[in-house]
């Protein structure tokens, strides 16, 4: 699986941007996807995640109720609509597919290359 994240860029705090990562290669459509961030100086870390039929979803509590992850399986690709931008938000934002077909695995086998999203104040 290849994966191509996009999207990203410079906005200002309060603003919105949606990601886009589009997967090819081999079909996604059955298996959960996320989307994880990596600030400067910091680990990697979850932002959120969706079943494979778009029905069940989860959000680190720091991106609740800012942030919404959808899919759309006939276009193999994962979305994250990020609206009320916080300078804390600026990262580096990679998709990933879990092929483990447990919602809590916290498997992830296939990674994007990224996509920057920097938050001005």
């Known amino acids: 699986v290849q994966l191509q994240a996009s999207g990203g860029g410079l906005v200002q705090a309060g603003g919105s941007l949606r990601l886009s990562c589009a997967a090819s290669?081999?079909?996604?459509?059955?298996?959960?996807m996320g989307w994880f961030r990596q600030a400067p100086g910091k680990e990697r870390e979850f932002v959120a995640k969706?079943?494979?039929?778009?029905?069940?979803?989860k959000y680190a509590d720091s991106v609740k109720g800012r942030f919404t992850i959808s899919r759309d399986n006939a276009k193999s690709t994962v979305y994250l609509q990020m609206n009320g931008l916080k300078p804390d938000d600026t990262a580096v934002y990679y998709c990933?597919?879990?092929?483990?077909?447990?919602?809590?695995?916290?498997?992830?086998?296939?990674w994007g290359q990224g996509t920057l999203v920097t938050v001005s104040s």
């Open positions: 290669g081999r079909t996604v459509s059955r298996y959960d």
């Open positions: 969706i079943n494979w039929s778009g029905g069940s979803t």
């Open positions: 990933a597919v879990d092929t483990t077909y447990v919602w809590n695995s916290a498997t992830w086998d296939y």
